[in-house]
């Protein structure tokens, strides 16, 4: 639950009591804590959200801190971790939501996208539909954004949106730029979608579109795809588990294996010792140099290259170190 010191009696004229105590007994998960995600939490909180999961792979770094709620004495701390020292109300995964993860949402009454990437929110849309879960997608880019609120079997879902992953690389905030004041836009506008949804309000099918820069707001109507794969034909091949690899934007690459794996480190500090490979372990990763490249491991088995030449160097760094 919330912190009971917290007074949501300005709420009451609006929702009433019964509505600020059904908020209390709400789960809402949010996917990523960067720019959006952390704002949507901290919106959550403020809304009065009994409890809030937190799915997070990222360290707050110092280019977080114009756009998020986080602080220069957060930089190098997991960001669910912050959070979870902040709010009383948040239990915080450090972790990639993908296949083998998103058992992790299986508590929330609803999600919030608080994402960066096509592939992660192609997850959750078949998860969602697949539990009956309603959820809500945003993305942000430079001074606009957009909002879509999914719900199974009502509306369009996020497969009706897009179809297919891109052919090529989408733009993202680190090469186009984001304002600082375009994330808590967006995280307010999808709390209060939450917040709709949640008390048992009628949302439309439709994506909610805005632009600081312009001041525009539109909304324009999505509806159902006859032949959509997702919530027509029921075919979750996102759900399907299989080796995640993806290009990140300092040019490292990032592979998640297709099921969560439980990596001792210790003993893995103890094969690099034997190799006379010096490392850095904390409680969550390893982190070590081998030759040019440097290799972060998880204790999911995800597992971070920087310096590999191609996805194939960096598949062999992985089964090297942990198989497969």
């Given at each position: 639950m919330?912190d ?24 809402v ?6 720019a ?22 990222d ?20 960001k ?6 902040r ?35 192609q ?12 959820w809500?997608?945003v ?5 606009y ?14 497969r ?20 600082s ?22 949302v ?24 959509c ?18 290009h ?12 969560r794996?439980?990596?001792d480190?210790d ?5 690099l ?10 409680s ?9 490249a ?16 191609d996805?194939?160097?960096?598949k062999n ?8």
């Amino acid at each position: 639950m919330v912190d009971v010191k917290m007074d949501f009696s300005r709420h009451f004229p609006i929702i009433g009591m019964d509505g600020q105590r059904k908020l209390g007994e709400s789960t809402v998960a949010v996917v990523g804590a960067g720019a959006l995600g952390s704002w949507e939490v901290y919106f959550l909180h403020k809304l009065g959200v009994g409890r809030i999961i937190v799915v997070d792979r990222d360290f707050v770094d110092e280019s977080d801190l114009p756009r998020t709620i986080y602080t220069s004495d957060d930089v190098g701390k997991p960001k669910v971790e912050v959070l979870k020292e902040r709010f009383e109300n948040v239990i915080g995964y450090f972790e990639d939501l993908n296949p083998s993860t998103v058992h992790l949402l299986d508590e929330a009454d609803l999600i919030i996208d608080g994402t960066d990437n096509i592939y992660t929110r192609q997850v959750i849309n078949d998860y969602a539909v697949k539990s009956n879960k309603p959820w809500i997608y945003v993305g942000i880019l430079a001074t606009y954004g957009n909002l879509m609120p999914i719900i199974p079997g009502k509306t369009a879902c996020f497969r009706c949106l897009m179809p297919k992953l891109p052919s090529r690389p989408m733009p993202t905030c680190a090469v186009a730029g984001i304002m600082s004041y375009v994330p808590p836009l967006a995280a307010s506008l999808a709390v209060t979608l939450a917040a709709k949804i949640l008390l048992g309000g009628e949302v439309k099918s439709e994506l909610i579109f805005f632009d600081t820069k312009t001041l525009d707001f539109e909304k324009v109507e999505i509806p159902r795809r006859e032949d959509c794969e997702v919530c027509v034909r029921h075919n979750f091949t996102f759900l399907e588990k299989q080796m995640k690899i993806e290009h990140m934007c300092d040019g490292s690459i990032q592979i998640t294996p297709p099921e969560r794996m439980s990596i001792d480190l210790d003993e893995l500090a103890k094969r690099l010792d034997a190799l006379g490979i010096e490392y850095i372990k904390t409680s969550q990763f390893i982190q070590f140099e081998d030759d040019y490249a440097e290799i972060l491991i998880f204790t999911s088995g995800r597992m971070i290259i920087r310096g590999a030449e191609d996805e194939k160097e960096a598949k062999n760094f992985f089964a090297r170190y942990l198989g497969g």
